[in-house]
């Protein structure tokens, strides 16, 4: 026999004599456990220290590990269902602020006690404090940071000193604002796609004919097209979508990489002190990039059961099932300097090390590089064409070297060109 009243229902007034009325109950908040950080022997706050792998004292020197069990990859994932995301955790599970840039708009999670005023993304200091929000879904696990500030710093001078085209002051990277520990928020998703594809296959095929100039039988060659189809799928594992438009993807894409095998369970211990941002790109929006990720890998998997590389009018349907998705923080080091009144950024891995970003280009340096190599390329150029003039056999070799010579001048001088504007570029 059911349960008389339902679960989660209550009594309430009615106007009727003899009946009674049951309406749901109204629900209750979950009251997010917070965590505070207070240094057990003097009182003083606590922060998460890099190269400890645990939270210390300042203060009193007091060290205590944060144990976190290493999950992996096998961390568990969420279905694409409404009654995970009502069971899932809200908020960053203890007390936090976020600093608003007025700039940029980007919103950072700072520790409750931080004096941060410049933004991490921008380099602005118009920035205003106001109360976390704790309404975002919690990040469930973590990959921790395993290179500290002070082997940050070391990379981002020897990456600055690999680089002819920076200006001599930019050779001491001492003199920039040290990096930003921060937490990035990224999504990862899992699924198994399939499609059935059709396309027209080019195939190189040789053809015989009467040439009534020479009356004789030649060969030709010419593509035939064939209609071909399949069916091919692949599958995506922990396919990550970065979950902040705020860094630039082009760097974010360079210094990837993160080995998720060393993801743990989320603490609020490894926030004490540092940095995080949350999503603002939500988990909707994640997804549907994610599909775009999966379709041009589906689409690549059915080319190549083609069978040539010559494809014309490819159509396919693709379907994806066992489809799941988590919420996770990675480590990073941001950095946004001014040189010359103008802001660069730079990015590095805080579990690899590996760094991408912006570096300032002098372009008087570059143009007198580029008017050396142009004008050994001139005088290649000119000496070939007497060499060739001459007629003699030995001259015509000299001159075909000496026009390789200005042809690859011409390419140095593209290639310089493109990497310069390609070092301040976002």
Sequence with gaps: MDKFPPPNYIMVPSKLPGFEIYAPAEKKEKVQTITEFKCPNCGAVTAYSIKQSGLICEHCGYQEKVQATVVGKAAEENEFSMANLERASHGWGQERKDLRCLSCGAEINIPPDSMAATCTFCGSNKVVQASANQNNLRPKYLVPFKVDQEKCQQIAREWVGKSWMVPKTMKNYNSFDPFTAIYLPYWTFDADTKASWR??????????????????????????????????????????????????????????????????????????????????????????????????????????????????????????????????????????YRFNEKIYKAVVNGQTGTISGQRPVDWKKVWLVLALIMILGLISGFAGLAAIASSSGDNLLLGVVLFGIMIGCVIAVISILVNANKEGAE
């Design 199 to 336: 396309a027209e296959v080019g195939h190189t095929v040789n053809v015989s004919y009467y040439d009534s100039s020479t009356k004789s039988m030649k060969t030709r060659t010419k593509i035939e097209w064939r209609w071909e189809s399949g069916v091919a799928g692949v599958n995506v594992d922990d396919l990550l979508i970065t979950g902040t438009e705020r860094v630039s993807a082009r760097h974010l894409g360079n210094v990837g990489g993160f080995n998720l095998s060393a993801m743990v369970n989320y603490q609020p211990d490894f926030l004490a002190g540092l940095q995080a941002k949350g999503y603002d790109r939500t988990l909707e929006q994640a997804w549907e990039l994610a599909r775009e990720v999966m379709r041009e890998s589906t689409k690549k998997a059915c080319m190549k059961q083609a069978s040539t590389d010559m494809i014309r009018n490819f159509s396919m349907n693709m379907t994806s099932s066992n489809e799941s998705w988590r919420y996770i923080l990675l480590p990073v080091f941001l950095a946004a």
